[in-house]
């Protein structure tokens, strides 16, 4: 059994990539407003992956700026998880040392609050360009879909980019004393759904060891693991969309 008795020094959000989320929305929405007058109406609401309209509404501010409005609504959402993140408990192993748990800690915080960070940016980014792609260039077929598989790509570099980092900066709190053998993970079947999905809503820590493999996995049982869990599959389902969609339009 270990415990940290010492609490790690508080990781602060990256602030940059929020603000740039920011200042992507606020063009396409200074686009949109620029728009607005010259907007038929009923105005196009949806459109297809070739770019042509579909759908059509009465003009409004929530059919002309209901994307962007959603794109901040996430972009807001993923900054406040990246501040819980940021103070989570972390999870440690039993045979680390003091030097090796506090950069167990502080690498798996980094991750977390820099993995959503980023993803704020790279979603309004994504968001604004199909938008504004909509918008701009009604009658360029490749444009939506471009934007589409854009984001979806962008999304998976940036999980993938920060798994990876994450595992460099770990190497250090890995080493181990070859004289005394690392101890087997303590595991709880009760708290393992399936053997694979952990929940326990008494560990207060958010990323736990995974049981199988390297790596980490999100702790069901709290609320915060569920809202990524949503997050990762929702950007997961829509990238699997985009990608039918754009090879059906062919």
């Known amino acids: 059994m270990s415990a940290q008795i010492t609490p790690p020094a508080y990781h602060h959000p990256p602030v940059i990539w929020p603000a740039l989320a920011v200042i992507v929305l606020a063009v396409a929405t200074a686009v949109n407003v620029a728009l607005y007058p010259t907007l038929p109406d009923p105005v196009p609401v949806h459109f297809n992956i070739a770019g042509e309209p579909d759908g059509w509404g009465a003009k409004s501010v929530w059919s002309v700026f209901g994307v962007l409005i959603i794109g901040a609504a996430v972009v807001v959402l993923l900054t406040v998880l990246s501040v819980f993140a940021a103070r989570y408990s972390a999870r440690t192993q039993s045979d680390d040392n003091a030097e090796q748990a506090t950069l167990r800690t502080q690498v798996q915080r980094s991750m977390l609050t820099s993995l959503l960070s980023e993803l704020s940016f790279v979603i309004a980014l994504g968001i604004s360009g199909i938008e504004l792609a909509q918008r701009l260039l009604p009658g360029v077929r490749s444009a939506t879909a471009a934007g589409a598989i854009g984001l979806v790509v962008l999304v998976m570099v940036v999980i993938i980019s920060s798994v990876t980092r994450a595992r460099v900066q770990l190497r250090p ?28 809503r008494d560990d207060p820590s958010l990323v736990v060891p995974r049981r199988f493999g390297l790596g980490w996995t999100l702790n069901l049982g709290r609320p915060g693991g569920v809202a990524v869990t949503i997050l990762l599959l929702l950007a997961i389902a829509g990238g699997v969309t985009a990608v039918i969609l754009a090879a059906h339009a062919r």
């Open 173 to 200: 709190a890995n080493v181990r004393d070859g004289r005394s053998p690392r101890p087997d993970a303590v595991d709880d079947d009760l708290h393992w759904k399936g053997g694979l999905f952990y929940v326990n």
